[in-house]
């Protein structure tokens, strides 16, 4: 399993930046796939998340409105679309993956996001 995010950089608040993760090894449609962050003495939380199939997703109560979760089965990318950012969304984001059925992920390097002004 292969995960590699981008898109992150640094951004204003207010303004808006859309992850992207690639990924590779496995069979990319079957899996759940979900985004978290980290941010500087703080605990990985879940940001949001998307099923394998249907696409049904859900979010931390933070994002909610703000952020959209979607995938591209075709191409084996989750994005995460971020807008109407604040300074406590900076973080390093991750991308995860975890097959149906069990309990252990797969996580990518991460990508810094950096809202300031």
């Known amino acids: 399993v292969q995960l590699v995010e981008s898109g992150g950089g640094l951004v204003q608040p207010g303004g808006s930046l859309r992850l992207s993760c690639a990924a590779s090894?496995?069979?990319?449609?079957?899996?759940?796939m979900s985004w978290y962050r980290q941010a500087p003495g703080k605990e990985r939380e879940l940001v949001a998340a998307i099923i394998s199939a249907g696409g049904s997703t859900n979010y931390a109560d933070s994002v909610k409105g703000r952020f959209t979760i979607s995938r591209d089965n075709a191409k084996n990318t989750v994005y995460l679309q971020m807008n109407s950012l604040k300074p406590e969304d900076t973080a390093v984001y991750y991308c995860?993956?975890?097959?149906?059925?069990?309990?252990?992920?797969?996580w990518g390097q991460g990508t810094q996001v950096t809202v300031s002004s």
């Open positions: 090894g496995f069979t990319f449609s079957r899996y759940y």
């Open positions: 995860s993956a975890r097959a149906p059925g069990l309990s252990s992920r797969s």
